[in-house]
């Protein structure tokens, strides 16, 4: 199965306390199928899970996208701030 390296920002970053992570998925993968593997394998995803969208190649990409080996990803939740 590939690996997927996955970009993290925000809130994610800071409680992995590192850039990116691993997610292990088959072939042919939706963006939708990567996002709940990626709760699977990290449940410190999971409360974020609603909120949280997942950009493809600097674009957000729809659930249904199926995701390539060289694809860059990152999950992006919201930001707040003043």
Do not use: W
Request: hydrophobic share 40%; charged share 15%.
């Amino acid at each position: 199965m590939p690996l997927f390296q996955i970009q993290l920002f925000s809130v994610l970053q800071s409680k992995f306390k590192t850039s990116s992570i691993e997610v292990e998925g088959p072939e042919g993968i939706t963006v939708a199928e990567l996002l709940d593997s990626a709760c699977e394998q990290y449940p410190l995803i999971v409360p974020y899970r609603n909120v949280m969208r997942l950009a493809v190649n600097h674009q957000y990409a729809p659930d249904s996208q199926i995701l390539q080996d060289l694809d860059e990803i990152a999950i992006i939740t919201p930001v707040s701030g003043g």
